[in-house]
């Protein structure tokens, strides 16, 4: 009798810690699913806004002094949401362009500044500079953005980069 009621007794301990395995395990693709789910919104907004600031950008008709100063806040704020994108998929892609369209605009706007007006020279630089980052946004949104045919809610951010030729691409000859 005795072995029997030990035997049920670890019956009863197995089933005990088989069911707290799938709880537990349970539990943990619960936290992971809605910790990616967070870390989409944050890129996602990352994406929006760096959007919206190029957009703004690639619309102003003409270089001057408050301009200037927009243009700069504004690469300043794209400079940290692609920080923030770049340490969420874990590739260093979007923080090295963004340097380096801050780097440019600092030499179209040295030239500005020298004289208080660009010469046709410097317009068609600042014209290309706006085009590119058009072409800019538009290579973002096909990297970073998954098509709705392999995302369940219709469409959403991609955290797995894998193909970053384009970038890399613009980057080269930006």
Known sequence: MKTRTKNIGVVILIIAVVVAGIFYIY????????NKMRLESIV????????EQLEKISKLQE????????????????????????????VSLLAPISDELKTKFEDI?????????????????????????VDLSSI??????ESSQ???EGGG???N????QELAKFRQNF
Not at 27 to 34: G, K, L, M, P, R
Not at 65 to 81: M, R
Not at 161 to 164: H, K, V
């Open 63 to 90: 270089l001057n002094n408050s301009n200037i100063q927009l243009i700069q806040n504004e690469l300043t704020g794209i400079q940290v949401h692609y920080s923030v994108i770049d340490k969420a998929v874990g």
């Open 109 to 133: 706007s040295s030239i500005y500044q020298g004289s208080q007006q660009l010469s046709e020279e410097g317009i068609k630089e600042f014209n290309d500079y706006k085009n590119k980052l």
């Open 150 to 152: 392999n995302h369940p």
């Open 157 to 159: 951010v991609n955290l």
């Open 27 to 34: 539990h943990e693709i619960n936290v992971a699913s809605t």
């Open 140 to 145: 973002i949104n096909e990297t970073y953005y």
């Open 44 to 51: 996602g907004q990352s994406l929006t806004k760096s959007r």
């Open 161 to 164: 980069i894998t193909d970053y």
